[in-house]
Each structure stands twice: as structure tokens, then as C-alpha cells.
């Protein structure tokens, strides 16, 4: 089943813009999760957001999380190109789920020099 | 830094083979767990293991089996390769003990059945 959808799925901008993509879910949840992969590679956990955190920074990286709407997004200020890469959020699947999470299909972002 | 080693990064097999993928992690973590990644699909949970001798079906088990004697290393096991089972697959760990935890993952094997 597949419980993040992220928003849009590729987005293409220019170094030193900022971007935001954007994650919406079904179910309740104890955290959602951002991840990232380059071309060919495995993922790398970018942040976790709990669900009665509202806001998390880490360094230009910027989530936002609504538990109302059921939905996150992630900002990356001040892009470069090596931020060019996939995307995912994640989100966890309630109590009894151990830590087994669902993934959206991502959102590619292409940062051009 | 956690170090999740997936065996091969790229693998060519026949249809009806017994395919297996191994994965190894490095720092005593509890949970491990097998996933496929397809364009457009994300990543799809195929099993999961919670301690030694332990296992729980994922998303999408069916055609596939897992096998983890040690806490170690965890392996995905293709009964008999069919070539819908041509992807990407993905290890990752995480320590266990609470769901709020990161899970570090393996650079990934793509395997082709042909």
C-alpha cells in the first residue's frame, strides 16, 4: 500500500533557488521521514519529524509537518547542484507496525549550475 | 557511521533460478528489512526481520523468501526468478527498541532476470 504521495513528482530549478516538495498521507502516524538517493544508490535519512513536532531544521533543510491535513513539506534553501537527487517521505504505520515504513514514489529534483 | 553491504550491485539471472541477495550491517542493529524499488512505485516492503529466526511479511512477499541466522546479515531469497522480478532491490537496518528511528540503507542491487 502506498501511504506518502509526494508533490510534484519532478521539479527543475536553478542553483541558489530554494525548493520545496511536498508529502501528503492517510493514515495517523508517530513520525514521518524524508529521504533522499542519488542516481543508482541507496537512500540516506535526511530528517525525521515527529507528529506533535510541528516545524524541524537541519542545516538548509526545512520540514514542516500538519497533522490536519495529513501532510509535510520539505524546503531546501539555497540549492546547489549536488542537491540534484530523488526525494522521498516516509511515514511509519501506527502501533504494533515495528518501524516498517511506507514510501511515496518520490519527487526528482534536477538543481542546474 | 552504520554500514549497510549488500553483496553484489548488479546481477544477471534466468528465469526459474534460485536467486539469493545478501545484506550485511555493522552495528548490532535489531531490524532488517528487504525492499524493491520500481519507477514510479517507491520503495514496497517484501520482508522484514525483527531478531534472529524472526521474520515478518512486507508489502509484497509473494515469490520471495528471507532467511536470517545471524543478527548480522539478513538475505532475500528468489524461490524461482521470473522476470516481473526484475528491479532494484534495497537492504536497510535500524536499531529496534522504538518506531521513531532512521533506517540506513545499502547502496542496492539491480538484478535483471532474463
Known sequence: SQQGEEDPQALSIQEGENATMNCSYKTSINNLQWYRQNSGR???HLILIRS?????HSGRL????DTSKKSSSLLITAS????????FCATDRGPGGYNKLIFGAGTRLAVHP | DVKVTQSSRYLVK???????????????????????QDP???LRLIYFSYDVKMKEKGDIP????????????????????????TSMYLCASDRGSTINQPQHFGDGTRLSIL
Open chain 1, 42 to 44: 541507496g537512500l540516506v
Open chain 1, 52 to 56: 506533535n513536532e510541528r516545524e524541524k
Open chain 1, 62 to 65: 526545512r520540514v514542516t509537518l
Open chain 1, 80 to 87: 546547489r547542484a549536488a542537491d540534484t537527487a530523488s526525494y
Open chain 2, 14 to 36: 534466468r528465469t526459474g533460478e534460485k536467486v539469493f541477495l545478501e545484506c550485511v550491517q555493522d552495528m548490532d542493529h535489531e531490524n532488517m528489512f528487504w525492499y524493491r
Open chain 2, 40 to 42: 514510479g512505485l517507491g
Open chain 2, 62 to 85: 509473494e515469490g520471495y523468501s528471507v532467511s536470517r541466522e545471524k543478527k548480522e546479515r539478513f538475505s532475500l531469497i528468489l524461490e524461482s526468478a521470473s522476470t516481473n522480478q
